[in-house]
Each structure stands twice: as structure tokens, then as C-alpha cells.
């Protein structure tokens, strides 16, 4: 009997904000300067000014009297600022943000997949846009995985830090929604991966990870598809009692094996539990994200939710069909193989009145309680999933019969 795994909040925190010591040399005898969480400079005691500029801007978003302090700017995202200070009134230092050939950090959250995959393409537009030294913290896994296709980018621990900082950023969706401090709009309405794109002050066009094989050998001699059925909320899931039955078994009549890659065959909490899809053939476990990238690599294509998985396999670069019913379509990467119904609730992700809540498995914002809970993929038929699968087969030309 497969064992139960509950769903439990992660045992590390989603971000740790660690500006460090200013350090950054002015050539003034007590002024020090940099842009590590946010503009920062210090001034000695005396009769000093200091004003930070936003250059796109063309605006002086701080000017004040300091003595003996740190000052900082509010916003801690990216800002082409101007730092200046002035004693009794004279310009005394200047200093324009240029980050080329500068060490800069990047920190990411630890403990999700599929949001630091979406949010990494966007380090190395900004590292190209800046050529500066850029080194990007996180998970050790993540590393694995995402470090082969960008060999110019420097990996570190997520708890690492360089010495010699001249800036860093955080990256992440950040709660309160209205919070603009870290980000500087509403991710909701913008999309998950692109918020990345507005805190590091970069083209917010798509961008596709690129994720490797390490090992190009084909295991399964047979044609295959991959699919995940779990998440890491009850709402993500396609909560329609006969719908994996019937897709995994379409799938099997158009001559394909179904393997699913989640990392958990069993997965829920309270009175939420989900199996692995019956009929699929069990490639679940506790095994290294490399080797599920390693699978999909020779998948014709992959079939799952808004969810971790679902982005792997768009950075291997195989087709994806997602079912998806909280999320709308803005939210994940663009996909002509997306399935949603509209005649029903859907979308609350991206509901400005609505913030999710991460400690309630079972959100529903609207209807959670009554009849219809969950029904915006409760209604996602199988039928419609299947049709989608056939065009994409048909798209692509895969005749797995032929082979």
C-alpha cells in the first residue's frame, strides 16, 4: 500500500532579506555607498543631504537632512538611481547605479519549483542587458538542474553570500499582493513569471528556460507520455472524478506508455488525498529533478496542471497540456494546448479582491463550503482534454501507432 504524505507548509522560510554591511569605497571619509537591498548610503555626522534619483523617471523620489545615519530607499527592487549628497548645500558625491563588470546578487525562495523556473530566464536577460558578474542563490536542487544551460551565471547556496556586493535583488511574488516594496505591480495581473521581469527592470517578453539532459540516452524503448497529477493546493488540481481514467486511457488507445513523474504517488490533506492516476505507470519518487528532465527529454509530450512540473517540461522543451482552472492563462507561459472552461467559476488566482492563502489546502475563495467547490476544473471534461491532445498529436505530426 503506497504511504500517505500530508501536505505540510515548508521548513524553511520563503525568503530571508540580508542586506549585509555597506562597504562600497566613496573616496569621502565616512560615506560608503551601494544598491544591496534598495540605495543605500552612509553619511558621518555634520550637516549633510542626501538625495536618491530615479534616472528612467527623471524624479528625486528622496531628499532629506542626515547626520551619522544609513539612509536607504524605500524600494528595494531594480531603479537606475542617483545618489547624491551634499554638505552645507555642496554637491560633495555622485554616484550613477552602474552594475557592468560589478558583482551582483540575485536570491530566490526556496522550497518551489515551478515559480523559480519561471522567474530564472529573466537573470540572464538582465545579466546580458548588464554584463555584470551575476551570482543567483537557491536551492541546491535547483542548481542542478538549471546550471547546465547558463554556464556564465555563478550558482550559490541559498544562505551563501559574496563578498563585495555592489547590488542585490529578491526574487519572488511577494505577500501582501499591494506590497511595493519588493515588486513594483500587482502579480496577479501581470502574470507569475513576468513579475520577475518588473523587479529586475527588464523586457517583460516570454522567455523559456533551458534545461538539459545530462544523460541523452533513451531508457523506455517505447513511445511515451509523461504526466503529473499532483499539487501543491487542491485548486491546482483537476478535480474531475473521471478525468485522468479517461485521458490516461486515451492515451494508451493512441498507442502511447503513461508514465507520471510526480514526486508523490499519494498526496493531500484533511479530507483531500490523491492518487496517482489509474492505468498510469508509477515513476514517482523522491528522485533527482535531473532525472525527470532526463525522461522528458525523449516524451513526446506532457500532460498536466499549473504546477511545478508543468514548467520543467515546457524548459525541456516539450509541448504542454495544461488543465487549469483557478489560474488563467496570463499566469503561466503561453500554450495553445491550454484547457479551461469558462461557464463556470474560474480564475480566482488572478482576482485582485482575493488573496490566496497558502496554509488552507482546501482554498476556494468563493465557493469553498458549498456544492460547487472546486468546480472550475470539476467541469474541465475529460472529452475536452482528450480533443486538445489530439490536436497537439496532430500539430506535431506524432503517430506513435506508426512508430
Known amino acids: 500500500m503506497p504511504e500517505i504524505k500530508s501536505a505540510a507548509p515548508a521548513a524553511k522560510p520563503y525568503m530571508l532579506f540580508d542586506a549585509g554591511e555597506v562597504r562600497q569605497e566613496s573616496g569621502i571619509a565616512g560615506i560608503k555607498f551601494d544598491f544591496n537591498y534598495g540605495a543605500r548610503v552612509t553619511v558621518p555626522q555634520g550637516e549633510y543631504r542626501v538625495k536618491f534619483i530615479d534616472r528612467e523617471a527623471c524624479l528625486t523620489v528622496y531628499d ?25 548645500d555642496k554637491l560633495i558625491f555622485a554616484h550613477d547605479l552602474d552594475l557592468q563588470g ?36 537557491m536551492d541546491e536542487n535547483m542548481i542542478e538542474i538549471i546550471k547546465l544551460g547558463y554556464p556564465e551565471i555563478n550558482f550559490i547556496k541559498a544562505e551563501e553570500r559574496p ?9 519572488g511574488i511577494f505577500f501582501p499582493c499591494d506590497d511595493r516594496v519588493h515588486q513594483p505591480v500587482d502579480w496577479r495581473v501581470i502574470g507569475l513569471h513576468q513579475n520577475a521581469a518588473m523587479i529586475l527592470g527588464v523586457d517583460p517578453g516570454e522567455q523559456r528556460i533551458r534545461l538539459l539532459p545530462k544523460n ?16 501543491s493546493s487542491q485548486a491546482k488540481y483537476w478535480n474531475n472524478g473521471s478525468g485522468w ?3 490516461v486511457k486515451h492515451l494508451k488507445e493512441r498507442g502511447y506508455r503513461v508514465l507520471c513523474i510526480d514526486r508523490e504517488n499519494v498526496y493531500g490533506m484533511n479530507s483531500r ?14 528522485l533527482p529533478l535531473q532525472e525527470r528532465i532526463d525522461l522528458l527529454y525523449h516524451a513526446d509530450f506532457f500532460v498536466g496542471l499549473p504546477s511545478g512540473l508543468s514548467w520543467l517540461a515546457y524548459g525541456v522543451g516539450k509541448p504542454v497540456v495544461m488543465i487549469s482552472g483557478m489560474s488563467l492563462a496570463l499566469t503561466e507561459f503561453p500554450n495553445p494546448y491550454r484547457v479551461q472552461n469558462f461557464h463556470v467559476c474560474n480564475g480566482c488566482w488572478n482576482d485582485t479582491r ?19 467547490q472546486f468546480e472550475c476544473s470539476r467541469y474541465i471534461t475529460p472529452e475536452a482534454v482528450n480533443k486538445v491532445i489530439d490536436r497537439l498529436m496532430a500539430d506535431h505530426k506524432l503517430e506513435p501507432l506508426a512508430k
Open 102 to 137: 560589478k558583482k551582483v546578487l540575485l536570491k530566490f525562495p526556496v522550497g518551489i519549483l515551478g515559480d523559480v523556473l519561471a522567474w530564472f530566464p529573466y537573470a540572464e536577460v538582465f545579466r546580458q542587458k548588464h554584463k555584470c558578474q551575476l551570482y543567483c542563490a
Open 163 to 171: 563578498e563585495g556586493l555592489y547590488a542585490s535583488y529578491y526574487m
Open 64 to 88: 532629506a537632512p542626515a547626520s551619522g545615519v544609513l539612509v536607504t530607499s524605500s524600494k528595494k527592487y531594480f531603479i537606475d538611481f542617483r545618489i547624491e549628497v551634499y554638505e552645507k
Open 245 to 247: 481514467l479517461n485521458v
Open 216 to 231: 541523452k540516452a533513451r531508457r523506455i524503448k517505447e513511445p511515451y507520455v509523461c504526466i503529473a497529477a499532483q499539487a
Open 273 to 286: 488525498f490523491n492518487i496517482i492516476p489509474y492505468g498510469a505507470e508509477d515513476f514517482t519518487g523522491k
Open 354 to 372: 482575493i488573496t490566496f492563502d497558502h496554509k488552507d489546502f482546501e482554498w476556494c475563495p468563493r465557493l469553498k463550503g458549498t456544492d460547487r
